[in-house]
Structures are given as C-alpha cells and as structure tokens.
C-alpha cells in the first residue's frame, strides 16, 4: 500500500510541458467541433512529501486539446504560474492581486467566460486569465469588482450570459453569493450568515433561487495548523440547504435538513410548476473523516432530492448507486428541467472507470468503456448544433488507458452512448486524474 496513493498510477503528476500538433485519430472528428477542450487538475511542480500531500493542494496543471476543422490541431500542458511555481522556476510573479494567504494555486476548473479562460479555484483564490494557448497572463479580480475570493464551480445562466457562484473563505462567519456579468465585471454579492465554516464546493440555480449547501465538512483549526488540509468531517454541525432568493438578501434564505453527507456536486436544479425544488447530486456518505488525503470515504450515490418549500420537507431518493461523480448535463438547460446527464465513476477506493448516461425520466442508465483499464475523466456534453435537441450531440471525454499508460481524448454521440466513439483523439502523453473541464467553442 502506497504511502499516498494521490501520488501513484495515475494520479501522479506529469514532469513535462509539451506542445504537440496534428494529432493521430482514429476515426472521423465532427468538423462542427471548433474549439478547445480544456481539463485541469493537480500537478504539484515540486515532489511532495507524501505524508503531508492532499489531493486538493496540488498545483494548477491545464491541458488542452484543441480542434479546427476536423483535425486535432494541438495538445498542450501548462502548469498555471502560481507563486510557488514561478518561485520553483525563478521567474517574475504573476501579475495581478491576491486573495488570502497561500501560494494562490488554481487547479479545480478551467472556463471560458465572455471571451476569455480562467483557471479557477475556490476558499480563498483568486481566478487566473489564461491565454487561448494556456499560458498565464494575470489573476484577476474582475477589475477590482471582486471583494473576497472565488469559486471552482460559477454557474452559467443560459437566458443572461451571467456567472452566479457561492464563494467561501475560511475567515468569514458568511458564504457569500456572487453575480459576475456579461462584462465580466461583479454586480451583485449578497452575503449569506452561517453559523460554522462549511467548505463550499459548487452551488445550483433554478429559475428564482440559488442553492446552497451547507453541509457537516467543516473547518478546523487544529487540521489547518496539522495540515495538509484544513477542513474535516463534522457530523456534529448537522445538515442543510438553503434556498436563497436570486433578487433576495442573505436573511431571505430557507433553510431544510437533509441526510448527513457530502456532496461536492449537484448535477442541476429546477422548480416544478408546483412549486418544488428538483435537485439531483452526487451523495458522499462522508468526506474527510479517515481519509486525511482525498474524497475516499466511500462510493457517492447519484440521488434525487426534492425540496418542497411549503411543507419545509426534502424527500430523497437513491437513482444510481453505481459509484458517480463529476455530474454533467446539457448546460444550455442550467436551472431548468432536464431529461438526461452523465457521471464519471467513482467506485470504492476511488475506482475510476466507465462513464455513465442517465435518463432522468425513464429512469434508465446507460454505461460506456466498461472495458478493464479504460478510465474515464469528467464526461463533457457538447450540443451538435446551437439549437439541437437535448442529448443530441457530443460526449468528450479524457481517457486514462492503463494497459499503454497514455491518455486519448474520445468523441461519443450521446444518442450512441454504449456504441463506438466517433473518434479517439491518441495524446502525447497521459493526463493524470484531476478535476475538472469545458468544451470552450471558438468565438463567433
Ligand atoms: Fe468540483
């Protein structure tokens, strides 16, 4: 048994930035995908010790693969220039502000916002601008607009073009809502009052209301001075979510128990004509209760809940207990109702594998890459045209193959699911198991 196993297999960090063009497929491209296909994850530049190593600390690493015409045009990795790797590397800072303490690493989502991509974290960092062939050019605090710090999971309203997230930071007796606009400058915070320091990780929207999880992780100074990491399970602290109004202050929020457990991330959220809240999420029994290095604390559920505002009650239901993480969907349907969404795995003992499909409606799951040694990363749905239906389009997908020790990028058509890829995109070399990615479409 490694002493780290966040370090071994392919969760190990990569040493090299390369740059490689006109890449070997196996299959046909669709030539409508113009873009790039972003993914991020931790790559600590320096060796770590592997008693104080925490998945979640690691340094920024981006990869991206972009595709123009029906060809692979390129793949690159770049490790985002926080301060302790241009310190590594004896080079200048990264302009811009700071936000807290800590060297500023940015390693849980990379995102295109209003023509521009950002490398972006949550508890206490500040986004990072990166240029279209992922190199750093700044952090940024929306010019100036910014008070505190961010989040690795902003939500993009399909009818506004605006970002809603819910920020925390482990000095504030609030979590703090955040509406970034069109401009790309913030217009809105309101702050929400909780009673202990929840870490945070993603929020949902629905038509009227933000959605915030305020669950039993919680953090802790005697772990912040022990380290690596300073959040903990605290069964003690109960567990809710809260339903804060969109045009609301703090004191509007609502409030409802739900079962003891965590979750990182909600798939999508919406309200019923009667009123309720749909949510579907990725139920973690527990988080950061044995495990002092990563999310191993057992295999996350994809459940359904459904608040129901008049009665103050939340019914909960088990959809898939397959292991699931990293839930996406059609994201031109954020905070409306949506039929279909995909998992990645995450098994016990962090088995990563197969992707999954769901259909919300039939209540069906369909799986791809069941094959052993084939591990599937975050699984990303493309639309085929601005227009198309859901679920028609594409899933792109990272792949770790085990046998060759060499990643691909794969194209499915989500209405193909189980079936051969459209294409398999052969990289230079592999991508370790991070966090997450976007399809960034070429500008208009
Ligand atoms: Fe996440």
């Known amino acids: 048994m490694s002493a780290n196993p966040y370090l071994e297999g392919n969760f190990a ?35 770590p010790d592997p ?12 990869h991206g693969l972009r595709l123009q015409d029906g060809r692979a045009a390129w793949y690159r990795n770049r490790w985002v220039a926080d301060d302790a790797v241009t310190a590594f590397r004896h080079q200048p800072k990264t302009p811009g502000p700071r936000h807290g ?36 050019r700044t952090y940024t605090n929306f010019e100036g607009t910014l008070p505190g710090s961010f989040t690795a999971h902003p939500k993009l309203d399909p009818d506004t073009g605006e970002l809603h997230a819910m920020v925390y930071y482990w000095a504030w007796d609030y979590v703090q809502y955040v509406v970034v606009g069109t401009d790309g400058r913030v217009r809105k915070t309101v702050n929400v009052p909780v009673p202990g320091k929840p870490m945070i990780h993603d929020c949902a929207i629905t038509e009227h209301y933000v959605v915030v999880f305020d669950l039993p992780c919680t953090f802790d100074v005697q772990a912040a001075m022990n380290g690596p990491f300073p959040y903990v399970w605290n069964p003690d602290y109960g567990a809710r979510v809260g339903l804060l109004p969109r045009d609301g ?26 009123g309720q809240v749909v949510m579907d999420v990725c139920r973690h029994p527990k988080m950061f209760d044995r495990d002092k290095n990563g999310p191993n604390e057992g295999r996350p559920t994809l459940d359904r809940w459904v ?8 019914a909960t239901e088990t959809i898939s207990d ?18 279909f969404g995909y998992t990645g795995s995450l098994g016990d003992h962090l088995g990563i594998g197969p992707i ?29 045209t601005p227009d198309a239906a859901e679920d028609d389009g594409w899933i792109m ?47 208009s």
């Open 51 to 62: 008693a104080k190593y925490h998945w979640f600390i690691g340094n920024g690493m981006v």
């Open 356 to 384: 999954y499909k769901h259909d919300l409606v039939k209540r069906t799951t369909e799986i791809h890459g069941a094959e052993a040694g084939r591990m599937f990363l975050e699984p990303v749905f493309v639309p085929r």
């Open 249 to 274: 202050q703090g004191s509007d929020v609502r409030w409802f128990e739900v079962p003891l457990c965590y979750v990182f991330h909600p798939m999508n959220a919406y309200e019923t004509a009667d």
């Open 13 to 47: 960090p990569v040493t090299e930035e390369v740059t490689a063009c006109d890449l070997r497929v196996t299959g046909e491209i669709p030539r409508e995908l113009s873009g790039r296909l972003l993914r991020i994850g931790p790559n600590p530049i320096e060796k």
């Open 307 to 314: 608040i129901d505002p008049s009665s103050g009650k939340v």
């Open 397 to 443: 997908a990272y792949v770790y193959d085990a046998p060759s020790n060499g990643s691909e990028v794969v194209i499915l058509h989500a209405q193909d699911f189980g079936g051969k890829p459209v294409a398999r995109i052969h990289l230079p070399q592999r991508v370790p198991f991070g966090f997450h990615g976007n399809w960034v479409p070429d500008r």
């Open 322 to 339: 397959l292991g699931h993480e990293f839930p996406r969907h059609d994201e031109r349907r954020i905070g409306k109702p949506i039929r």
């Open 101 to 136: 303490m800590g060297p500023g690493v940015a390693n849980t989502n990379v995102i295109g916002h209003a023509g521009r991509t950002f490398a972006i974290v949550e508890a206490g960092g500040l986004p990072v601008e990166l240029s279209d062939e992922l190199d750093t």
